[in-house]
């Protein structure tokens, strides 16, 4: 009876030591703001994202997105992925993304 105890003890422990690390998987660094960048380029030109591309130059992740604004204009928000700050926006002049 104490040999069937003990193994009931230790699956109790495996199972405690698990129950805390409820995130097993986490975004890479380059990936973590990807949401947040569409959403504050949305919020800037509310619209819908035509296009998205991501750009890696020199160690840095951007993420570019082509927006059809409502009002029918056309933009380009490009957002930094290191810490989800927008770095650039234009107006399409002859409005093609």
């Avoid at 405690?16 to 690390?21: I, L, R, V, Y």
């Avoid at 992740?61 to 490009?78: H, P």
């Amino acid at each position: 009876m104490k040999y069937n105890y003990g193994w009931c003890l230790l699956a109790a422990a495996v199972q405690m030591a698990h129950a805390g690390n409820i995130e097993t998987y986490n975004l890479p660094a380059s990936k973590v703001y990807q949401g947040y960048c569409r959403q504050e380029a949305l919020r800037l030109h509310p619209g819908v994202i035509a296009q998205q591309r991501l750009l890696h130059s020199n160690g840095e992740f951007l993420l570019r997105n082509g927006i059809q604004a409502g009002d029918g204009s056309e933009w380009f928000v490009v957002c930094d992925l290191a810490n989800g700050n927008i770095i650039r926006e234009q107006k399409l002049a002859d409005g093609k993304i």
